[in-house]
């Protein structure tokens, strides 16, 4: 009986391996046939993504470049106001304004990502088209901007936690040689805990990339290879979001490319994840 | 004033307006929550009525209304906590329990918080792919609640093994000593102690499964349906994606209705959270110290 | 302790609570210059809260209270309009377990006079910092090798030198030995010596043999009441106080 429950148990542990295994093999042997009719070259620094138009075009540096632009934005938005947030809480805050704060920011994390696209259509965009007239009613900006209000509680709770983890025996040092809390922020706690910050950057970058709702909705559907971000674009992510809508016959190449483009969105943020975990081992190590 | 009393004078105003500039971009951040909720609820509340919550969708904006979207929200997170709940729990029982530690039980450590980061949409990817195609699932609420299964097997087997391993192995070791089996200490001992954490991360994990969209669009539950789903083969449709379908017409009035569809989509996750917090404040009250 | 000297920084009636407990009770303590004035007294009498005091360091411990006045050179570190940057630039602070900040031993050393526009000559600032503190001759050719691979007595007693960097009138130092070993434990109170020439030295300690070792001056406190305070000798060898004198003869603490 007690060997029969440990291995149901253990096959309830090994479907998250499967679940790898079956993300990995679904997208490899879709990506396999795909390249069977498209070079890898073409695909990986073509400069045209038309694949369900003719001329077809399979250059997937377009959607590349449209990823990017979401994230710069997302980047200029969350990165310095999750860390000026993180610094507020773990430096200034009392007990009572993080029991405050704390909570609202997780309530925005938990907030569902459409709900984050209606705001981009609705309120960001609206405003973005009064302040610049030329910006187009679907453009990077508007998205960029929410997927970077959408990871800002990540990074704020996990820069939080960094600072956080250096010891207080530091700003003791510090601020016992005359140094403002200024100073002492800047100058030796946020130095010290680099590698924390760091990798929270790494992470919101990574869910910028795999973000889909929000880009949908709010950044458009047109492959363009620009980094203007006024402009309609097309994500990974949106991509594969209109080749699903479409009514695409399984096999076919358009069906395929889904899987391509799949498939280089799940190494991007599994590289960039696996190095925020490596950053974090290390720098948790460092004051225990 | 000598030069010393200025620079300090100088290095105190730059660390007065740092921490100026700390509170306001804080203050910014939060108030983002409410211009969300204002927003929404400005636009969606003349909406939100019995009509709008007992109609199917319509090409009419007057007549359209949240049923399909809420009943099939209710029906795909039933399947899914029925299918996530055991799955989650016991692998996490699995791993602090059972498992000895060594390369197996690190390799499925790392492999669960690798799988915690990967993108909804690679989720979307899979299921289409074998739930979908290659089960012939269709586009069912199964194959929906099976893929939302596996979004969310991480958190709650990640929530799991926290809640299990904050039970003092005291108690374990009395239990043991009584001659009872690592099952019967399990069940009876273990489990009822980390239950309030479970609870709380399988709650959190629920509602993550109901806000989701995009593995759902990738499965194909985008499309017009206006009928509530009556077995877990039916097709359907789900809130999130009804808010999808409305947001993204150009029409201000689809817009509004869309409003009124996020209402309700927060309040079902208000009810939840506050559901979770309601356990965890029980569970710490009678809690094995 | 031959020359007569004055009186540099002072405790007028100083409490301290954190909330409603009462830490320290209408401590009255004066600090003469150029000596060594230990503190000494069992685990919680309220010694380190009262150095703590000295610079404002309490300030950062959250519900922290203080009445009553601190003088330094005649002035109320607890003014109103009294900075406390200013105060701390004036007395510097040594802890007990040593913290030097993740930087080069020579980044450490040179922090405090940076970030106050002291730049000119530097590598002059360092080097007299280190010779002071006697650490110059171990770390001169390893100045931009990292603070944290020092040992545990190098890492305090680079503390001290980084303390000195800035000139201070005054070192408080709280237990800084508690977490060495004898032999840097010697060389830390051989050091101590050497800088009362120049500096005014407040240290807080739990070791009786130390502070009658090194100190001019010695307070004893228990239950954040000061006891006694007086010459050292006289302390140790005719103290006034029953308690004192089951405290220094070790009958308790």
């Known amino acids: 009986m007690e060997q029969v429950l440990r291995w149901l148990f253990f096959a309830c542990a090994a479907i998250s391996v499967l679940t790898t295994l079956a993300v990995v093999g679904v997208l490899s042997i879709e990506t396999f046939n795909f390249f069977q009719q498209v070079p890898a070259a073409d695909f990986l620094f073509g400069t045209r993504w038309t694949p369900l138009l003719e001329p077809k075009s399979y250059g997937i540096l377009p959607l590349l470049f449209g990823t990017t632009l979401i994230v710069i934005g997302a980047a200029i938005v969350a990165l310095p106001v999750g860390l000026a947030c993180a610094i507020y809480l773990s430096e200034y805050a009392g007990a009572r304004t993080r029991d405050v704060v704390k909570p609202i920011l997780e309530i925005l994390a938990g907030i569902p990502t459409i709900v984050y696209g209606f705001f981009a259509i609705t309120f960001v965009t609206p405003i973005l088209r009064t302040l610049i007239p030329s910006t187009e009613v679907f453009n990077a900006a508007s998205a960029g901007i929410v997927v970077g209000i959408m990871v800002l509680p990540m990074v ?37 805990s680099l590698s924390g910050i760091f990798a929270a950057f790494v992470l919101a970058i990574s869910r910028a990339i795999g973000e889909t709702m929000a880009v949908t909705l709010a950044a458009g559907a047109t492959p363009n290879l620009t980094l203007n971000p006024l402009e309609s674009i097309q994500t990974m992510t949106a991509y594969i979001v209109q080749v699903s809508l479409g009514d695409t016959p399984a096999g076919t190449l358009s069906y395929q490319t889904l899987f391509a483009v799949g498939a280089v969105l799940f190494s991007m943020t599994l590289i960039l994840n696996l190095i925020a975990n490596a950053i974090m081992n290390r720098y948790r190590d460092v004051y225990e | 004033m000598t030069p010393q009393a200025q620079l ?82 016991l692998a996490a029982v699995y791993l602090e329990e059972y498992a000895k530690p060594g390369r197996v039980a690190t390799l499925i450590t790392i492999n669960i918080a690798n799988l915690a980061g990967v993108p909804s949409i690679v989720y979307g990817i899979l299921g289409l792919a074998i739930f979908v195609r290659f089960l012939g699932l269709e ?110 017409r150009p029409q201000e009035a689809f817009h509004e209705l869309a409003s009124a569809g996020i209402i309700v989509l927060l309040l079902v996750l208000l009810i939840m959270n506050a559901t979770a917090v309601w356990i965890r404040y029980r569970g710490s009250k009678n809690k094995f110290k | 302790m031959t020359q007569p000297s004055e009186v540099l920084l002072q405790a007028n009636a100083v409490s301290i609570a954190y909330g409603d407990q009462l830490a320290v009770n209408a401590v009255t303590l004066p600090i003469y210059q150029q000596r060594i004035t230990s503190i000494i007294g069992p685990s ?73 526009g002291r730049r000119d000559n530097m590598d002059d600032r360092v080097e007299q910092a280190l010779r002071q503190a ?37 070192l408080l130092m709280d237990e800084p030995c508690s977490a060495l070993d004898p032999v840097s434990t010697a060389r830390i109170e051989d050091l101590l010596f050497e800088l009362k020439e120049t500096l005014t030295i407040v240290i807080v300690t739990h070791n009786m043999q130390q502070a009658a070792r090194v100190s001019d001056f010695t307070a004893f406190m228990e239950n954040g009441v000061l006891i006694e305070y007086g010459p050292t000798e006289t302390l140790f060898t005719n103290p006034e106080n029953k308690r004192t004198e089951e405290y220094v003869t070790g009958r308790f603490g």
């Open chain 3, 44 to 116: 919680g009498c309220g010694k380190s809260t009262l150095l703590r005091s000295f610079n404002r360091m309490n300030d950062f411990i959250d519900q922290v209270t203080l009445t009553g006045k601190v003088t330094f050179n005649d002035q109320n570190v607890y003014a109103s309009d009294a900075d406390p940057v200013a105060v701390r630039l004036n007395i510097g602070m040594v802890f007990q377990k040593p913290n030097p900040f993740p930087k080069t031993i020579y980044d450490n050393v040179a922090w405090a006079p940076k970030i106050n």
């Open chain 2, 8 to 89: 300090l004078k100088k290095r105190h105003r730059i660390s007065a307006a740092f921490k100026l500039f700390c509170l306001s971009v804080t203050c910014l951040a939060v108030s983002i929550l409410g211009i969300l909720i204002l927003e929404v609820t400005l636009l969606g509340l003349p909406w939100l009525n019995a009509d709008f919550l007992t109609s199917f969708p319509s090409r009419f904006p007057e007549k359209a209304g949240i049923l399909a979207g809420l009943a099939g929200t209710l029906w795909l997170v039933t399947l899914t906590a029925a299918i996530a709940i055991p799955i989650g729990v």
């Open chain 2, 139 to 248: 586009r069912s609420v199964l194959a929906g609640a099976m893929t939302m299964s596996l979004l969310i097997l991480p958190v709650i087997i990640i929530a799991s093994r926290e809640a299990i391993k904050a039970v003092p192995s005291s108690l374990r070791q009395v239990a043991f000593a009584l001659g009872a089996t690592r099952w019967q200490v399990t069940r009876d001992h273990v489990l009822p102690q980390a239950m309030p954490g479970i609870l709380t991360g399988v709650i959190l994990a629920l509602s993550r499964a109901i806000g989701e969209t995009a593995p759902l669009i990738m499965i194909g539950a985008l499309t017009y349906i206006a009928f509530v789903p009556e077995g877990p083969m039916d097709e359907f449709t789900a809130l999130p994606i009804q808010i999808y379908n409305w947001t993204s």
């Open chain 1, 156 to 192: 704020a709770s996990l820069c939080d936690d960094a600072l956080r983890a250096v010891p207080n025996a530091l700003r003791d040092g510090a601020y016992s040689l005359g140094a403002t809390s200024f100073e002492v922020t800047a100058r030796i706690v946020v130095p010290a």
């Open chain 3, 134 to 170: 006697a650490l110059w001759d171990e770390v001169k050719d390893r100045l931009q090798e990292s603070a944290l691979n020092l040992s545990g007595g190098q890492q305090q007693r680079l503390c001290i030198a980084r303390a000195l960097a800035m000139n201070p009138l005054v």
